[in-house]
């Protein structure tokens, strides 16, 4: 029977069974990912301290060799050139006229004192290239510099020291340079300046000069100071040990550091992920760890850059290095990946405004702020990207796993369904033979036959509205009441059990806008007596003696009306050996062609006029409107025969024939 108006989305929509097994596989996947992620973090952050220890150890200023370049440096004799400059520039504030050669003396002195105050910022340079490294990339790139350093030196033997200096700058002094990963103090850097830049005193090649008033002549054996304001070597040395007293961190804080982040990784990891089953109880739990490893970082880098404001620790970047690295291995969309994300960024901007309102920086601040969030956009974007292509590489498996499930369910389906179906069978007095093909693999056309007590032969063919699983459940429930009924009313004509059927259909279907047609009837064996019923069927062909009588519909389909409506008449009448019942279901004359013709109701009716009838008009149907079909059905067929070969023995019930109306026979059974 063809489907009844409605929504379907009731039954074929499998939205939620996508969603529900989407959400249990992707908390599969993050259950895998948050293990491993918590794997990589935990050997990170020992292989990363291990380098900071490293180049704590290792890379730490040397105190002893600035301390002995100083001493060699003060101790040095003066040159016959500083000798005979001083000399000069004593007769230039004497007022004693020059010698030949004075301007050249002191010009070279000049000269070799720029050259002093060269050597001595390279120097300073090489110490502070070892200042304390504060974060694992520095603490990599210290280390292979140093190795390179080893390298040079094995290979350029004693000219390692002029390798191993920086290039030469310009005599006004270094450049000032915040390098990543190092503190640097500005009084350090000041101090670095003037140390390493000279002020020579230009009073010296004027000879119209004024004498300072608290400057004496000094003998031909003293040494002229000749930028008094200069700091000498030893101020230098202090410096440079003031530097390592304050920002030299040993290797136990990085060691401390570390502990509190590998014990938050071992409790998520080992303690909290295997109690953990569904997918929103591993994202909030994988929030949780990444927020609780991000503040201790960002506490840590924190408290060093408030230390010192000129440190080029980046705790942006931090925050960035989580969020990347968590997206990378954890299968979340971008909303769960900024839960735990944007705390810290709020801490960030808070204490990036704290340094704005300690040095006035509020432009930088702005700036800073506002370009911050495009940091995370790659990370945002992976995250969608991959859920996409996830996504749509799980609904493709998705896809043929379930049809080859359904494929499965469908065939057990069939197999239980087509058990519900009698078998054609002999019983001499008649032959009962029938043909059902499914649109699909299942349908919602059925026939029941059974024999009671009284060797009665009862038959009832039902078509349900539609066809597929719908109908084939359907029609289980309705074997199941028939068989009630058959137990419980075994006299009941099959007008009654009709009722009684509708009754069902309307209080339990009907809701589900499933209805059905139906036929039942009841062939006597010892008369012939054929009583019937139909509920909205198509008509039921009786081949008797050469000619084709047609068996209407007697009520209306089942489940359309209630039992006042329905009605319960019944057809009864006489069969004579030799007769054949033929009926079908809509699937036969409903039947089209590629070309859209219909099979119809007509070209039955001519079939079963012909004088010669087949061997199985059952077979000869089928075979009939499968080739008008081109093997594309579109409803169920179900095709059904009983022949009715001779009586058993004269009518035990009344030796008469039979009435030929329901009420006769109504009367008589009364």
Known sequence: MAEAQGDAADLHNDRGVFRAEYERELGHWLRRRLGWLCIAYAVFHIISTSALIVSSVVLRPDESSAETAAEVEAARPPTPLEVRADRAEKRA????????????????????????????????????????????????????????????????????GATDSPPARAADGPSKTNEPGRFTDRWWEDALTSVSTPAVNTQADSPSAGTPSDTTLPSANQTVTIAPSEPSEDQGVIAHAALDSTDWIPWWVWALATLPILGVLAWFGMVVRPRLYTRAELVTAASRMILSLGLLSFAFESALLLANPDASVRPLLTIFFWHLTASLFLPWNWRESLRPIAPLFLCWVLLRAGLAAADGGWISFALSVGAAPLLFFPALVLCYARLRWHRNRFKSGFVGRRFLQMRRE????????????PKPHDAGWMRFDFGYRPAADIGGDFIHVWTDESDRFHLALIDVTGHGLASAMSVARIHGEIERLRDEYPTEGPAKILLRLNRYFHRLLSRHRLYATAVLMTIDPHSGELRYASAGHPPVFLRSKGRVVELPSTTLLLGAVDDSQFGEEELAMRLEEGDTLVMFTDGAYDARSPRGERFGLERLREIMQRKTAPPRWTQYLMRLVETFEAGMP???????????????????????DAPTTAHTLAGARS
């Not at 340079?125 to 510099?145: G, P, Q, Y």
């Not at 065939?411 to 087509?418: G, N, T």
């Not at 025969?641 to 035990?652: A, E, N």
């Open 93 to 160: 504030i004497a007022g004693v006229p020059p010698v030949p050669g004075d301007a050249r003396a002191i010009e070279a002195a000049k000269e070799l004192e720029l050259r002093r105050a060269e050597a001595e910022r390279r120097r300073a340079e090489r110490v502070r290239s070892k200042e304390a490294v504060v974060s694992t990339f520095d603490a990599f790139t210290e280390l292979a510099r140093e190795l390179a350093r080893g390298v040079r030196k094995g290979a350029g033997g004693g000219s390692a």
């Open 410 to 421: 469908f065939v057990q389906a069939a197999a239980v369904h087509e058990s519900l179906f």
């Open 634 to 656: 579109e409803d169920d067929l179900l095709i059904a025969q009983v022949d009715f070969v001779s009586r058993r023995s004269i009518s035990s019930i009344t030796g008469d």
